[in-house]
């Protein structure tokens, strides 16, 4: 799996279990072809005893699989599709995900379509187990019953069993006890299916559906509290992400994408690039390979209306992230080259024979510009440094892009330092970008880390205890409160 691809699984995880070092180990791993494991819709091998209602409903399955993402994760590097074993890496140890083929042994091929609706819906496994938040299911808990039957047809009779375990999950204490995500559950887990708006039109309810719970845009772009729940009242606002960062999406003009065109989103969403606004790299990317590409016409359309009537939320900014920056002068190029700063050296050396000398990019768009980019024109730095860090690798649209890495991965002789890439970054920054931002070598060191540890990791053996506490506390308070409210 791409190194983003795990970024974005660890995003998962990490954000729900309170873990945020990843292992440079994890994130220094080659990309792979793991696009061999989206089925195209045709390709669906039916059994032969089908019959025409069948068909329909397992093409169905199929597409509401591609949209939820399941193969990302459940797909390990060069393994069978949905077989598991795709190693979630965390300080806390490795989560394997596991196989949800139709095998008897190893698979799932016990589950009746109440258990499969159980796990999928709720996180809990056909033995009663609890599953841990790296499996999505608090966005997939509002999957309608309508749409869950045809995810189980399509698991239940398309997918080619395969009869091997996925490697078993033991985390060291006290994350090892699985009985712990009931607490977290009571707090944000809410157990309800999607229920149309009947105040808003047909498209932005299923907008809302597949923002909310199929394509789980939320996990990644709402950011969390400290128990590291989503934080509903600023949904979409914005989350830091492992090593990168899920920018605000909400309507807001200036802080979200509400002046971008509806065409631009689109654009974005199924090819990942829009020259002169923004392109989609780590975790993104992968979302768009893997899924928002094949989304039909009708749900990315619906996807954009409902992003556009969403709340605005604003973080404060003056000017939006997409107008930042100008193209460097002839005349400031030549003073650079007289008295070369550093982070011009290494611009001149690493970037500027794509980007150019004065940050313009090809005009086919095909390089960027680095001015009137969302990644160099944001209040946060961490999709400029972890694509400096890690490049980045998109195929949607039959058009792919590709920037090459400059930290573990890259040649001997193209690899960047920590104070390299800060030197550079800031160089970017005051030059083409956001110029009231500065990055520290130490800011790089976090990024190449995979992020900030959040609280719930710092607090190791204690956090299970805090998390009893804080429930009970809660669940007190909320008593209270009822018990006020009736006299
Ligand atoms: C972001 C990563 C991710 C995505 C996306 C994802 N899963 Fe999972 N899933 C996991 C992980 C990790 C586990 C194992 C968690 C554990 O062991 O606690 C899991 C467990 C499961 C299980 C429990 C199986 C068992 O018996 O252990 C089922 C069923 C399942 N997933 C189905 C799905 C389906 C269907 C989809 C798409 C609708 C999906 N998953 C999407 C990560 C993911
Ligand atoms: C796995 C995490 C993840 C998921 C799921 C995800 N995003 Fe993103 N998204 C990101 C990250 C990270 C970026 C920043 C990418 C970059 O700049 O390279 C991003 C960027 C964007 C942008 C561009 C914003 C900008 O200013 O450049 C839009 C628009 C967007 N996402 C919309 C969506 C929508 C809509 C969905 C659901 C259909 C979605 N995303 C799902 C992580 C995610
Ligand atoms: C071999 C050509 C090449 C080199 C060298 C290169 N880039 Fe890129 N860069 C690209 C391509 C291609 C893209 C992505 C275009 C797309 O997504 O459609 C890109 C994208 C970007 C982005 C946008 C990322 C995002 O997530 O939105 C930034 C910022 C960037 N490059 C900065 C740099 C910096 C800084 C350097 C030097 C350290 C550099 N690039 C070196 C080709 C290159």
């Known amino acids: 799996m791409k190194a983003w691809g795990r970024a974005k699984a660890i995003g998962t995880l990490a954000a729900a279990l309170g873990m945020g070092a990843v292992s440079p180990l994890a994130l220094g791993q080659p990309a792979s072809a793991v696009s061999a494991t989206v089925i195209p819709a045709a390709a669906v091998p039916l059994p032969a005893t089908a019959s ?20 990302a994760c459940h797909t390990a590097q060069g393994g069978k599709p949905f077989a598991g074993g795709y190693p979630v890496n965390s300080p806390m140890g490795v989560i394997y995900s596991t196989n949800i083929t139709p095998a008897k042994q190893g698979g799932i091929g016990d589950y009746t379509e109440a258990d499969f609706a159980r796990a999928v819906r709720s996180g809990v496994r056909r033995d009663g187990v609890h599953l841990y ?28 069993p395969v009869d091997v375990a996925a490697p078993r999950t033991a985390l ?14 009571v707090l944000y887990l809410h157990d309800k299916r999607f229920v149309p708006d009947p105040s808003k039109t047909d498209q932005v309810n299923r907008g809302a559906y597949l923002v909310g719970a199929l394509e789980h845009c939320a996990a990644c772009h709402t950011p969390r509290d400290t128990l590291m729940g989503q934080s509903e009242s600023n949904a979409l606002a914005g989350s830091p992400l492992g090593s990168w960062y899920a920018p605000n999406i909400t309507s807001d003009p200036v802080s979200g994408i509400g002046a971008w065109s509806d065409k631009d989103l689109t ?63 002839e005349a400031a190029i030549r003073g650079n080259d007289a008295n070369p700063p550093r982070g011009f050296q290494l611009f001149s050396g690493s970037c500027a024979a794509c980007h150019q000398a004065n940050g313009a990019g090809l005009s086919n768009g095909d390089y960027p ?27 949607a649209a039959g058009k792919p892009a590709y920037m090459p890495a400059f930290g573990p991965n890259a040649s001997f002789t ?3 330092t920590d104070a390299d890439v800060a030197d550079v970054a800031n160089y970017v920054l005051t030059q083409f970008g956001n110029a009231h931002v500065a990055v520290t070598a130490d800011d790089v060191a976090t990024v190449r880390r995979g992020g900030p540890p959040v609280l719930l990791a710092r607090l190791g053996s204690y956090a299970i205890p805090a998390l009893l506490v804080i429930v009970i506390a809660i669940v007190l308070l909320i008593g209270l409160w009822r018990a006020r409210r009736k006299t």
Request: aromatic content about 10%; glycine content about 6%; proline content about 5%.
């Open 267 to 329: 654009q974005y969403l199924r090819t990942g690039s829009v020259p002169g606004k923004a392109q989609a790299g780590g975790p993104m990317a992968e979302a768009i390979d893997h899924s928002l590409q094949y989304l039909s016409d009708e749900d990315s359309a619906a996807i954009v209306a409902y992003l556009k009537q969403t709340r605005p939320i604003s973080n404060g900014e003056t000017v939006s992230r997409a107008a930042q920056g100008q193209p460097l002068s």
């Open 172 to 185: 060291t204490f006290p994350f090892n006890v699985r009985a712990s995500m009931a607490l977290w559950n």
């Open 369 to 395: 510009s680095l001015f009137h980019n969302t990644a160099t024109g944001s209040t946060h730095p961490e999709n400029l440094i972890a694509t400096i860090l890690f490049g980045l690798h998109r195929d």
């Open 414 to 416: 193209d690899r960047l």
């Open 52 to 71: 025409v209602a069948d068909a329909d409903l397992i093409r169905t399955g199929q597409y509401l699989a591609t949209a939820a993402d399941c193969a």
């Open 133 to 160: 938040p790296a499996m999505p299911y608090t966005d997939y808990t509002a999957l309608t019953d309508k749409d869950i039957h045809a995810l189980y047809a399509y698991f239940h009779t398309a997918v080619a």
